[in-house]
Antibody
Framework: QITLKESGPTLVKPTQTLTLTCTFS??????????VGWIRQPPGKALQWLAL???????RYSPSLKSSLTITKDTSKNQVVLTMTNMDPVDTATYYC??????????WGQGTLVTVSS | DTQMTQSPSSLSASVGDSVTITCRAS??????LNWYQQKPGKAPNLLIY???SLQSGVPSRFSGSGSGTDFTLTISSLQPDDFATYYC?????????FGQGTKVDIK
């Protein structure tokens, strides 16, 4: 059974760096073809893909946010970490991590709401 | 960046209706198109991958079609559990972009 869970701060101040951790079970990020991605959703708005790391450590980023994002994996801990620098109130959103296989996000975490406010 | 445009943005339908949602890509994405359902306060759920393959456990009233730039999601007989927001997402280009969503509510 594949499960994922996001963790991190619920409130960050503008200009601060956000660090989110996705802890997963039921699969290994060393298995060929597997990836873990991050997707966010501002309140009442659409989903926005942020980043994706593959089993071979290939990393992909949203072009519009690439300069502020870093995604890393720790296979031994079954974790993927996303950092986003220079947070702004427009970055207030629910952040999801998801298992990626065969070009689709087939298992999702419950999401974590991050509010950016002073 | 490949842009995904869904239509309509919202629709009202009754239980038992057949519903079709359209997704258009800004460039040829072959069949690298997925559909998700999202209910309020919940994470999205994968319905269709590869344009037309039904994800395990998803009812057969959901179907997908299309290739290239034009795709459709059809719900053949709308059930009460189907009132939700639906998103398309392309996986052809490096950037995994989503459509803006289509909200299906009760007429």
């Amino acid at each position: 059974q594949i499960t994922l869970k996001e963790s991190g701060p619920t409130l960050v101040k503008p200009t601060q760096t956000l660090t989110l951790t996705c802890t997963f079970s039921g699969f290994s990020l060393s298995t060929s073809g597997v990836g873990v991605g991050w997707i966010r959703q501002p309140p009442g708005k659409a989903l926005q893909w942020l980043a994706l790391v593959y089993w071979d450590d290939d990393k992909r980023y949203s072009p519009s946010l690439k300069s502020s994002l870093t995604i890393t994996k720790d296979t031994s801990k079954n974790q993927v970490v996303l950092t986003m620098t220079n947070m702004d109130p427009v970055d207030t959103a629910t952040y999801y991590c998801a298992h990626h296989y065969s070009d689709a996000f087939d298992y999702w975490g419950q999401g974590t709401l991050v509010t950016v406010s002073s | 960046d490949t842009q995904m445009t869904q239509s309509p943005s919202s629709l009202s339908a009754s239980v038992g209706d057949s519903v079709t949602i359209t997704c258009r890509a800004s460039q040829d994405i072959r069949r690298y198109l997925n559909w998700y359902q999202q209910k309020p306060g919940k994470a999205p759920n994968l319905l269709i991958y590869g344009a037309s393959s039904l994800q395990s456990g998803v009812p057969s009233r959901f179907s997908g079609s299309g290739s290239g730039t034009d795709f459709t999601l059809t719900i053949s007989s709308l059930q009460p559990d189907d009132f939700a927001t639906y998103y398309c997402q392309q996986s052809y280009s490096i950037s995994r972009t989503f459509g803006q969503g289509t909200k299906v509510d009760i007429k």
